[in-house]
Nanobody, 126 residues
């Protein structure tokens, strides 16, 4: 049984930092494409940062977070992270990690992932 558990969300002021964690079980973080998504109230779910594996492994970031967010993995802990610096009010959203991409669509297409966590809320005040 696959389980993804996000944590680390909270309320911060603009310019602050948070580090999100996604603890995985039943799926290997080291051998699967793993991606962070977010969804603000009234908006569609959007890809934030992705770490792909295998040949051509790479990192992808949404333009809105480049230079501020960093995705990383701890394979020994089977955990995915998202370091978020210089947070802005527009970063306010529920953040989700997703695993096991089918690779039939673009990396930030949420329909391409088999497993999701329950989310962790990030609120940034101005």
């Amino acid at each position: 049984q696959v389980r993804l558990v996000e944590s680390g969300g909270g309320s911060v002021q603009a310019g602050g930092t948070l580090r999100l964690s996604c603890e995985a079980s039943g799926v290997s973080v080291s051998s699967n494409d793993m991606t962070w998504f977010r969804q603000a109230l009234g908006k569609e779910r959007e890809g934030v940062a992705s770490s792909t594996t295998g040949r051509g492994a790479s990192y992808y970031y949404a333009d809105s977070v480049k230079g501020r967010f960093t995705i990383s993995r701890d394979n020994a802990q089977n955990t995915l992270y998202l370091q978020m610096n210089d947070l802005k009010p527009e970063d306010t959203a529920m953040y989700y990690c997703a695993a096991e991409r089918r690779r039939r669509r673009r990396v930030f297409d949420p329909t391409d992932y088999n497993f999701w966590g329950q989310g962790t809320q990030v609120t940034v005040s101005s």
